[in-house]
């Protein structure tokens, strides 16, 4: 290590030299902190002594030989340069073989006195050395020396007595702050007039700087330089560390930015080197204030360590002149992590257990305390102790205000641990359960055994066994949740104000999303009085009993805007939240929707809880689907899926994979939405309104791929349990549209106008998304004279509906419609504006029959007469030839069908081709089943 910023001292000792030469003997005292350059300091002055023709003896204290017996003289005298002659009359004397016995180590506190037959040998070593200075000056470099045996100490004492008008300069160091030991010995020394005190201060900056130029290019060293002394604190051990941290980042190609110094593992062993440096006591002081941290004031480090406060506070003097802290706390967060891993994991355990008592007592923060709990966890003095159990808890909950979420579920986790009480523990499980579902639903799930089994024994309380029946359903276990509701419908009339609304709403949501659980369950009593209205659970249980039998719109609307605006999102109110938006989307406000859900997401996001981005992300992708917003319904289902895994979302799985079928098939992507079909889901779910999403959301892509037959028998089995759940509501799943469309596609006309008359008939189906819809497909099942109408009718309720997509298919049908009245002109408009919108929102197969040349139904000149189409150009027999093509039959299965040879369906293909304009079977329009059915129906 380079020696800077120690030219003064120098400077100080080559003075004292100086008097010496001139037989006036000096003794210099030379203090500084832990690491502080007192050795260096040494090194560099002897050089210069010997140089000039000194006589340097010289010696290193230490800890392990403090015990040894003139252990210093006998390094002294080992020096190389010393005469022959007189290091082996010194070695004689100081094994005793002139004296009558080598002296014992002093009694404790009197290092001074060594006796009659000690002096006799301090007397011959301090006049071989009075000797040895007559031919020339003599320099003593003792480093350490508050580590050295107490008859050296007699012996230097001994020598700075007699060496006044000798050629002798003694050079001490020691620490700032020496052993109490020691004070004895400084104090003798010290009050000698031929003494010199010399202070070594840390580094300055620009000390620092000139130890980094010595070492890095100028450049690199005065950029460095104030954060390396920031966080040295000039001392030019970590300063060092520091520098060989820095070349480490470089090779790792990680070069800090300007401003920024990189701290790591040499930092870390250079602050356990100044520590190990001084006694065993300075280690246990710096862990007990790592471990303390801010807390860490000397009283209570002295209450910790067992030590007293006066000495806690020595230490931390210490810690503070080396450099390794400022102003009692560690300069920089490696320095304290490095302590703190030099304990072993029982003895920091034990450490920290001892630190909560101690914190607690005091009546600290119930967080600082938990902190100390926390990381104490499997001490066995921590167990049956209610009041860390409480501590634990109030932290959690303090921390889940906070959204530190993970932190909570440690606390929690642990309280669990230490609880002796097994009502107590139950309802810490319950709540670790339900954090834990925050932030991952797949690890929360492993709780839900030991809840049955508390509820099994009647050691869940009715807000727990709410919580329960809400879990069950969520994970599909839902064998129990009959039981729990009827016990809870039992207890109802014990129950006060605002535990009853949460039980009621509870009881509404599942009759909404799980209606096959609540049959033979009676509800608990609904009676509220008026200020139970007041809650947001009550309100949210009206709204959706309004939403369930289809009740005014603008009442809905009111009621789910009103709980929206007076909740914040939070784990209470998240239930009431999400039904207040799917009231919202069940009565056609999808933009209030949208608003409310893109608020909720950036909160739950901002607060990083991730099952609430997941949950809430779903609903946001089924609301900008049913605005017509593909991609974005596509991307954020997909965002949102990605979240959780499969497991993880247990029975609303349905919800999210619904949206991106239902998306990637409006897109034309059918192989990916095949892929996300064969994605595993839990059976329970389809005893759900989840399920009912998904079969809809299959159902559909059958249909796009020329299924119809599975197509309809989704729609139905979705009609068949809507029905059977009475809850058969058009905004929530259209199945009858679904079905009307299929019908259509399999030539049942009749059928599928008795589906779409039945729809329009249904509560709630007044809105304008679902009634233009439902127009929509009513107008293909209707005469081309009452066509025209219906679609302007469904286009007008579309575009205030704001559904894009739907307003596409909506506007090509209604180009096709003017078409076949005569009306080009209106037509080619109309199919322009429909392309538009298709390209909008990326619906591919909608744009690629809306392109121009494969649109032959709409002529080229406004004015001419309408020329026969494609389609209207294909016989009887080209026709059956081609929807059955279109279908996705092979030709040896069409020819079997129809009762024709192969060759024939090949020649009946090739005019088809020519015909539509297309070269190849996969080119073939794919509404051209519908389309030519509506063609044969018009003729």
């Known amino acids: 290590m380079a020696l800077v910023e120690r030219n003064e001292e120098l400077r100080a000792l080559g003075g004292l030299y100086a008097e010496c030469t001139r037989s006036r003997g000096q003794v210099a005292l030379i203090s500084g902190g832990v690491a502080s350059g007192k050795t260096e300091l040494l090194h560099a002055f002897a050089d210069r002594a010997v140089g000039e023709g000194a006589l340097l003896l010289v010696a290193s204290c230490s800890r392990a030989e403090r015990t040894l017996a003139f252990g210093v003289l006998r390094q002294l005298f080992a020096c190389p340069s010393l005469p022959g002659a007189v290091a082996?009359?010194?070695?004689?004397?100081?094994?005793?073989?002139?004296?009558?016995?080598?002296?014992?180590?002093?009694?404790?506190?009197?290092?001074?006195?060594?006796?009659?037959?000690?002096?006799?040998?301090?007397?011959?070593?301090?006049?071989?050395?009075?000797?040895?200075?007559?031919?020339?000056?003599?320099?003593?470099?003792?480093?350490?020396?508050?580590?050295?045996?107490?008859?050296?100490?007699?012996?230097?004492?001994?020598?700075?007595?007699?060496?006044?008008?000798?050629?002798?300069?003694?050079?001490?160091?020691?620490?700032?702050?020496?052993?109490?030991?020691?004070?004895?010995?400084?104090?003798?020394?010290?009050?000698?007039?031929?003494?010199?005190?010399?202070?070594?201060?840390?580094?300055?900056?620009?000390?620092?700087?000139?130890?980094?130029?010595?070492?890095?290019?100028?450049?690199?060293?005065?950029?460095?330089?104030?954060?390396?002394?920031?966080?040295?604190?000039?001392?030019?051990?970590?300063?060092?560390?520091?520098?060989?941290?820095?070349?480490?980042?470089?090779?790792?190609?990680?070069?800090?930015?300007?401003?920024?110094?990189?701290?790591?593992?040499?930092?870390?062993?250079?602050?356990?080197?100044?520590?190990?440096?001084?006694?065993?006591?300075?280690?246990?002081?710096?862990?007990?204030?790592?471990?303390?941290?801010?807390?860490?004031?000397?009283?209570?480090?002295?209450?910790?360590?067992?030590?007293?406060?006066?000495?806690?506070?020595?230490?931390?003097?210490?810690?503070?002149?080396?450099?390794?802290?400022?102003?009692?706390?560690?300069?920089?967060?490696?320095?304290?992590?490095?302590?703190?891993?030099?304990?072993?994991?029982?003895?920091?355990?034990?450490?920290?257990?001892?630190?909560?008592?101690?914190?607690?007592?005091?009546?600290?923060?119930?967080?600082?305390?938990?902190?100390?709990?926390?990381?104490?966890?499997?001490?066995?003095?921590?167990?049956?102790?209610p009041w860390a159990v409480e501590v634990l808890r109030h932290a959690a909950q303090e921390d889940l205000v906070a959204d530190r979420v993970d932190l909570a579920a440690r606390r929690l986790e642990v309280a669990a641990r230490l609880s002796a009480d097994d009502d107590e523990r139950a309802d810490i499980t319950m709540q670790l359960l339900r954090v834990e579902w925050r932030r991952n639903p797949s690890s929360a799930a492993r709780h839900l055994p030991a809840l049955r089994v508390a509820r099994a024994e009647g050691r869940l309380s009715d807000r727990n066994a709410v919580h329960l029946a809400k879990f069950l359903l969520w994970y599909g276990h839902t064998e129990e949740l009959a039981a729990i509701l009827a016990d809870l419908a039992a207890r109802s009339a014990e129950r006060e104000a605002p535990m009853a609304g949460q039980v009621s709403l509870v009881f509404h949501w599942l009759a909404f999303l799980y209606p096959p659980v609540m049959a033979g369950v009676p509800h608990p009593n609904n009676d509220a009085p008026p200020a139970l209205l007041a809650n947001p659970w009550t309100r949210a249980s009206a709204m959706l009993d309004r939403v369930r039998v289809g009740g005014p719109r603008e009442e809905i609307v009111t009621a789910a805007e009103h709980i929206l605006q007076s909740c914040r999102l939070g784990e209470q109110t998240l239930g009431s939240q999400l039904s207040a938006l799917a009231a919202l989307v069940h009565a056609d406000r999808n933009d209030r929707a949208m608003h409310w859900s893109d608020a909720l997401l950036a909160d739950a996001t901002a607060r990083s809880a991730l099952t609430w981005q997941a949950v809430l992300g779903a609903m946001r992708a089924e609301i900008a689907l049913r605005q017509g917003d593909l991609p974005a319904a596509a991307e954020t289902a997909t965002i949102a899926f990605g979240k959780l895994s499969a497991t993880g979302w247990g029975v609303c799985i349905g919800v999210p994979l619904a949206t991106r079928v239902a998306a990637a098939t409006a897109m034309g992507a059918h192989d990916e939405a095949a892929a996300l079909l064969r994605t595993p889901v839990p059976e329970a779910m389809f005893q759900t309104q989840f399920g009912l999403h998904y079969l809809y959301a299959r159902g559909t892509h059958y249909l796009a791929t020329d299924r119809p037959h599975a197509a309809l028998a989704d729609f139905q089995r979705c009609g068949e349990l809507m029905g059977g759940w009475e809850i058969d509501l058009p905004t929530l799943v259209p199945w009858r549209a679904g079905a009307a469309q299929a019908q259509l596609a399999l030539g049942n006309h009749e059928i599928a106008r008795a589906l779409m008359a039945e729809q329009l008939a249904r509560p709630g189906c007044e809105g304008a998304r679902t009634r233009g819809v439902s127009l929509r497909i009513l107008a293909a099942t209707s005469t081309s004279d009452r066509r025209v109408a219906l679609l302007e009718e469904a286009v007008e309720l579309l575009h205030a509906g704001g559904d894009r997509f739907e307003l596409a298919r909506a506007l090509l049908d209604l180009s096709h419609a003017h078409n076949t009245t005569g009306d080009c002109e209106k037509a080619r408009t109309v199919a322009r504006r429909a392309l538009q919108m298709a390209k909008g929102c990326n619906a591919e197969p909608l744009s690629r029959e809306l392109l121009p040349g494969r649109d032959a139904e709409v002529p080229e000149q406004a004015g001419r007469r309408p020329q026969p189409t494609g389609m209207e150009t294909l016989s009887e027999a080209e026709r059956r030839v081609a929807v059955l093509a279109a279908l996705g039959h092979t030709n040896r299965e069409i020819g079997g069908k129809l009762y024709i040879t192969v060759s024939t369906v090949e020649q009946h293909l090739t005019r088809v081709y020519r015909k539509l304009n297309v070269t190849r079977r996969t080119d073939l329009p794919a509404g051209l089943p519908r389309q030519l059915l509506t063609a044969s129906d018009e003729r």
């Open 88 to 385: 082996a009359d010194v070695t004689r004397l100081l094994r005793g073989d002139d004296v009558d016995a080598v002296p014992a180590e002093p009694a404790a506190g009197d290092p001074v006195s060594i006796g009659w037959a000690g002096a006799r040998v301090l007397d011959g070593v301090c006049a071989a050395l009075l000797e040895l200075a007559k031919d020339r000056p003599v320099v003593i470099e003792v480093d350490d020396v508050q580590f050295a045996d107490a008859p050296s100490l007699q012996a230097l004492l001994y020598l700075q007595r007699r060496m006044r008008f000798a050629r002798v300069l003694v050079i001490l160091t020691e620490w700032a702050l020496p052993r109490p030991t020691q004070a004895v010995f400084r104090a003798e020394v010290t009050r000698q007039p031929n003494t010199s005190h010399l202070r070594l201060a840390p580094l300055s900056l620009r000390g620092v700087g000139e130890l980094l130029a010595t070492q890095l290019d100028p450049a690199t060293a005065g950029a460095l330089a104030p954060v390396h002394h920031a966080v040295s604190g000039g001392n030019p051990l970590l300063v060092t560390a520091l520098i060989d941290d820095h070349r480490a980042a470089v090779r790792a190609g990680a070069r800090p930015a300007d401003g920024q110094v990189a701290v790591g593992q040499e930092f870390g062993h250079g602050v356990l080197a100044c520590l190990h440096r001084w006694e065993s006591g300075m280690v246990q002081v710096a862990r007990g204030l790592a471990l303390l941290g801010d807390a860490g004031s000397p009283v209570l480090l002295g209450k910790l360590l067992d030590i007293t406060s006066d000495s806690a506070a020595q230490v931390l003097d210490v810690l503070e002149m080396a450099g390794l802290l400022d102003g009692g706390r560690f300069r920089h967060p490696v320095a304290k992590a490095a302590v703190l891993d030099s304990l072993a994991p029982a003895d920091r355990s034990a450490l920290h257990a001892r630190a909560a008592r101690l914190l607690y007592r005091d009546g600290s923060a119930a967080d600082e305390v938990a902190c100390h709990l926390t990381a104490a966890d499997g001490v066995d003095g921590l167990t049956d102790a």
